[in-house]
């Protein structure tokens, strides 16, 4: 069993928060200790408290808080490998601080347990809700670079520069986005032209601009560090060569528009170094087809006849190249006769019965009651449970007041064993509200381990939202997620079936499902769904 090696990171955003009894430091505290207490139960002291942050008056707007900062160098130490909090936004508000934490955090195999929102990133559940908060916190980022890509386009087609440093060019002080031409540097970009026009070669150009002693001017950046100086390479070279904004004009997203700015190179100059590196660039190539497919069931996929991962292979037939996955036991022993399954056919039918999945409520609904029925029985008989032990609860402080009364009354006979009794019902009471405790803990425990409506109805609306537009890496990434396992049996050459496991998910009926395209395998999905089982299965690939 795993060390937890805890770190206790705690926080108010104001002074004034700091003494509210529910949500005050030391409340936040004593709830996370109580926690590692329960867990500690017959485990042998694995859990233990490495750390307590408590950050006082913080906001959570930003990173730049002492006590955080304090608990990331710990855990780049190795002090820590568990955090533990009581809410999700004590950590952080801000989604792309929580994406970029998030990643630190697996770097370092840091796992982390949030009381309020019931979820531990050990668990399959709180992996899928991590998910859901990183999937939006990828949204946000691109939303924010759609809006900035519209200002700059729209910049652009003024014929502004966009930003950066040009060789050639400084920003114009008086004219905000005007570059104006630097006489020294502009010399060494008509050398370079010069050059490539006299030897032939871009490569030949970078060699002789070096002897002569060219260099890369010097500047400073904002924070005062000094760049620059040094011989220039060959794709500092060619990139020079090929940029049109010495033609005085301004790409965009592989468009052209008319620069403000003054041109340092003809025309006629420019288009004959176009046609040399054109030249070069064809006695340069080969044949050779560069693999870019995103095998996005690696780590997902089984062979139906023995069980073994499927690899992600492929090659090259004429002039194109082919994407598939095969039987890791096949290709490595032949101990098994399953042969290989088209990468692209299987992919794609995955991803529509997931999309189908997803805009039916009601089977989603049918999934989730099911999965939890046992969790659910359970805390039925924990909260009867709580509800007997608040009463004797109950039952105690009402005869601890009535003594109490009687002392203060002065209606005392015996006081002697007054006293005793009193001690005997306070240490009734003490261990009734620890039992009390634990059923509340045994609760959140099996809370982070349901399935959530909330949840698995936002994870699929998620998955349906980003699917068409999502990059092939994140669709992967949300496939491992969601998907447990899918599991292929091949029929003969062109056909067979597959059984698509969701995460912690017992079995689902869904109609019959064909696919028959041209050239295409046939693939018929099963009407029975793998069993449940527990999964912990990390990203692959």
Same mark, same amino acid.
């Given at each position: 069993?795993?060390?937890? @090696?805890?770190?206790?990171?705690?926080?108010?955003?104001?002074?004034?928060?700091?003494?509210?009894?529910?949500?005050?430091?030391?409340?936040?505290?004593?709830?996370?200790?109580?926690?590692?207490?329960?867990?500690?139960?017959?485990?042998?002291?694995?859990?233990?408290?490495?750390? *307590?942050?408590?950050?006082?008056?913080?906001?959570?707007?930003?990173?730049?808080?002492?006590?955080?900062?304090?608990?990331?160098?710990? *855990? #780049?130490?190795?002090?820590? =490998?568990?955090?533990?909090?009581?809410? /999700?936004? @004590?950590?952080?508000?801000?989604?792309?601080?929580?994406?970029?934490?998030? $990643?630190?955090?697996?770097?370092?195999?840091?796992?982390?347990?949030?009381?309020?929102?019931?979820?531990?990133?050990?668990?399959?559940?709180?992996?899928?809700?991590?998910?859901?908060?990183?999937?939006?916190?990828?949204?946000?980022?691109?939303?924010?670079?759609?809006?900035?890509?519209?200002?700059?386009?729209?910049?652009?087609?003024?014929?502004?520069?966009?930003?950066?440093?040009?060789?050639?060019?400084?920003?114009?002080?008086?004219?905000?986005?005007?570059?104006?031409?630097?006489?020294?540097?502009?010399?060494?970009?008509?050398?370079?032209?010069?050059?490539? /026009?006299?030897?032939?070669?871009?490569?030949?150009?970078?060699?002789?601009? =070096?002897?002569?002693?060219?260099?890369?001017?010097?500047?400073?950046?904002?924070?005062?560090?000094?760049?620059?100086?040094?011989?220039?390479?060959?794709?500092?070279?060619?990139?020079?060569?090929?940029?049109?904004?010495?033609?005085?004009?301004?790409?965009?997203?592989?468009?052209?528009?008319?620069?403000?700015?003054?041109?340092? /190179?003809?025309? %006629?100059?420019?288009? %004959?170094?176009?046609?040399?590196?054109?030249?070069?660039?064809?006695? @340069?190539?080969?044949?050779?087809?560069?693999?870019?497919?995103?095998?996005?069931?690696?780590?997902?996929?089984?062979?139906?006849?023995?069980?073994?991962?499927?690899?992600?292979?492929?090659?090259?037939? #004429?002039?194109?190249?082919?994407?598939?996955?095969?039987?890791? %036991?096949?290709?490595?022993?032949?101990?098994? =006769?399953?042969?290989?399954?088209?990468?692209?056919?299987?992919?794609?039918?995955?991803?529509?019965?997931?999309?189908?999945?997803?805009?039916?409520?009601?089977? /989603?609904?049918?999934?989730?009651?099911?999965?939890?029925?046992?969790?659910?029985?359970?805390?039925?008989?924990?909260?009867?449970?709580?509800?007997?032990?608040?009463?004797?609860?109950?039952?105690?402080?009402? %005869?601890?007041?009535?003594? *109490?009364?009687?002392?203060?009354?002065?209606?005392?006979?015996?006081?002697?064993?007054?006293?005793?009794?009193?001690?005997?019902?306070?240490?009734?009471?003490?261990?009734?509200?620890?039992?009390?405790?634990?059923?509340?803990?045994?609760?959140?425990?099996?809370?982070?381990?349901?399935?959530?409506?909330?949840?698995?109805?936002?994870?699929?609306?998620?998955?349906?939202?980003?699917?068409?537009?999502?990059?092939?890496?994140?669709?992967?990434?949300?496939?491992?997620?969601?998907?447990?396992?899918?599991?292929?049996?091949?029929?003969? @050459?062109?056909?067979?079936?597959?059984?698509?496991?969701?995460?912690?998910?017992?079995?689902?009926?869904?109609?019959?499902?064909?696919?028959?395209?041209?050239?295409?395998?046939?693939?018929?999905?099963?009407?029975?769904?793998?069993?449940?089982? $527990?999964?912990?299965?990390?990203?692959?690939?």
């Amino acid at each position: 069993m795993k060390e937890r @090696r805890c770190a206790l990171y705690i926080r108010v955003s104001t002074l004034r928060q700091a003494d509210v009894e529910d949500g005050s430091l030391d409340a936040q505290e004593s709830k996370l200790k109580a926690y590692v207490e329960y867990e500690n139960n017959g485990k042998n002291g694995l859990w233990q408290v490495a750390g *307590i942050y408590r950050e006082e008056g913080r906001s959570g707007k930003d990173l730049n808080r002492p006590e955080f900062q304090r608990m990331m160098g710990d *855990i #780049r130490s190795g002090k820590i =490998n568990t955090v533990i909090i009581y809410k /999700i936004d @004590r950590l952080t508000r801000s989604l792309k601080d929580f994406s970029s934490l998030w $990643d630190q955090f697996q770097n370092k195999g840091v796992e982390v347990i949030s009381l309020n929102e019931k979820f531990d990133t050990a668990t399959a559940i709180g992996r899928a809700m991590l998910s859901i908060v990183l999937v939006f916190a990828q949204l946000e980022r691109e939303q924010t670079g759609e809006r900035t890509a519209v200002t700059m386009q729209y910049r652009a087609e003024q014929g502004l520069w966009n930003g950066g440093r040009i060789l050639g060019y400084v920003l114009d002080p008086d004219e905000k986005g005007i570059l104006k031409v630097s006489d020294e540097h502009a010399r060494i970009v008509h050398k370079a032209f010069e050059l490539c /026009i006299k030897t032939g070669s871009a490569g030949q150009a970078q060699k002789t601009l =070096n002897d002569l002693g060219y260099r890369v001017p010097v500047y400073e950046s904002r924070r005062g560090k000094k760049h620059g100086g040094n011989l220039f390479n060959k794709q500092m070279v060619i990139k020079m060569l090929q940029n049109p904004v010495y033609l005085g004009q301004i790409t965009w997203k592989g468009q052209l528009y008319e620069g403000k700015h003054q041109a340092i /190179i003809d025309e %006629k100059i420019f288009l %004959k170094v176009q046609e040399i590196l054109k030249h070069n660039r064809k006695t @340069r190539s080969n044949n050779k087809l560069p693999s870019k497919h995103i095998y996005l069931l690696q780590g997902i996929l089984t062979c139906g006849k023995c069980g073994s991962a499927m690899t992600p292979k492929s090659g090259i037939s #004429r002039s194109n190249r082919y994407y598939y996955y095969q039987c890791t %036991k096949n290709a490595h022993s032949g101990g098994c =006769n399953a042969r290989y399954v088209p990468a692209e056919s299987i992919e794609s039918f995955v991803l529509d019965r997931v999309k189908e999945l997803t805009t039916d409520e009601t089977e /989603i609904s049918k999934m989730i009651a099911k999965a939890n029925r046992n969790g659910n029985h359970r805390i039925d008989e924990l909260m009867a449970d709580k509800k007997s032990i608040s009463s004797h609860l109950q039952d105690i402080n009402n %005869k601890l007041s009535q003594i *109490i009364d009687s002392i203060e009354s002065g209606n005392l006979k015996a006081f002697d064993s007054l006293n005793k009794r009193i001690e005997t019902l306070e240490s009734k009471q003490a261990s009734t509200k620890d039992r009390l405790k634990t059923i509340d803990f045994e609760i959140v425990k099996i809370e982070k381990h349901r399935l959530s409506s909330e949840v698995m109805s936002q994870s699929f609306k998620t998955f349906r939202e980003v699917i068409e537009k999502a990059k092939p890496k994140k669709l992967k990434e949300l496939l491992n997620r969601m998907v447990e396992v899918v599991e292929w049996h091949e029929q003969d @050459r062109s056909s067979g079936h597959c059984k698509i496991s969701y995460f912690e998910q017992p079995n689902l009926r869904l109609p019959i499902k064909k696919l028959n395209e041209p050239g295409e395998s046939k693939f018929v999905e099963c009407n029975g769904w793998l069993p449940s089982t $527990d999964s912990n299965r990390g990203l692959s690939g």
